[in-house]
């Protein structure tokens, strides 16, 4: 049975840092392309990173470049988030998305959903002084 669990969300201060999890079972991350998607209140779920079946495929919002890093790690089949700088307008309910095997080795348009297979259930941040 395919699973994701994301965690790691909270209540932080401008400036502050993150680092969300998500715990992915059912299948095995080696050949996967992984991503994070938020949605904030009142608005369409966007993309924020991609991290394609190849390293060197990474694509990320605008306006996160700089502030965030996607990584996986295929010995404990997790992705993670790691959000630094965080701005008031990072506040969201955060998902992580996997596609399995996808054909292509590399990320697609960062906003593109139909490129993901299977979600994770969402974990809240809060950017708040």
């Known amino acids: 049975q395919v699973k994701l669990v994301d965690s790691g969300g909270g209540l932080v201060q401008p400036g502050e840092s993150l680092r969300l999890s998500c715990a992915v079972s059912?299948?095995?991350?080696?050949?996967?392309?992984v991503g994070w998607f938020r949605q904030a209140p009142g608005k369409e779920r966007e993309g924020v990173a991609c991290?394609?079946?190849?390293?060197?495929?990474?694509e990320y919002l605008d306006s996160v470049k700089g502030r965030f890093v996607i990584s996986r790690d295929k010995a404990t089949n997790m992705v993670y988030l790691l959000m630094t700088e965080l701005k008031p307008e990072d506040t969201a309910v955060y998902y992580c998305?996997?596609?399995?095997?996808?054909?292509?080795?590399?990320?697609?348009?960062?906003?593109?959903?139909?490129?993901?297979?299977?979600w994770g259930q969402g974990t809240q941040v809060t950017v708040s002084s």
């Open positions: 998305a996997v596609h399995r095997k996808p054909v292509s080795a590399v990320c697609g348009l960062i906003t593109e959903e139909g490129q993901f297979e299977y």
């Open positions: 059912g299948f095995t991350l080696d050949y996967a392309r």
């Open positions: 991290l394609g079946r190849s390293f060197m495929s990474q």
